[in-house]
């Protein structure tokens, strides 16, 4: 997978496009997704290019690593997800369904998500 710099969250990052912020850092950025799938579904991405959690774990310096990570617990915590609980999601490849080739967290929740889905 080649990393696409005019991909939507490149686009959002560079300011391009808007979005709903709901956390930012030094390096990564929480929006609202527009089409969430959940009560509460927001987008956590890294603010350097990676396409995937393979290629951000292989390249990303422990400081981008830790920031990230503390991004994302951040979300849980300022939409009040701790004390009910919430799922993480990242997508990677076309198996997956992996829309945008940028590494992205899906931070959702705000009622039972129910099972997950399992392998056929």
């Keep these: 997978m080649t990393y696409d710099s005019d991909n939507i969250f490149a686009r959002i990052l560079r300011g391009e ?4 912020r709901v956390y930012e850092n030094e390096y990564a950025l929480a929006f609202e997704d527009i089409n969430p799938l959940a009560p509460v579904h927001v987008l956590v991405i890294p603010k350097a290019a990676y396409v995937s959690h393979a290629d951000f774990a292989a390249r990303a310096s422990d400081a981008e690593i830790a920031g990230f990570t503390r991004a994302v617990g951040e979300v849980a915590k300022i939409r009040g997800l701790d004390e009910t609980g919430y799922r ?7 198996d997956a369904r992996q829309d945008v080739l940028h590494y992205h967290v899906h931070v959702l929740g705000g009622h039972n998500l129910g099972v997950m889905i399992t392998a056929r």
């Design 17 to 20: 496009i808007p979005c709903t």
């Design 88 to 94: 993480t999601v990242a997508n990677h490849g076309a």
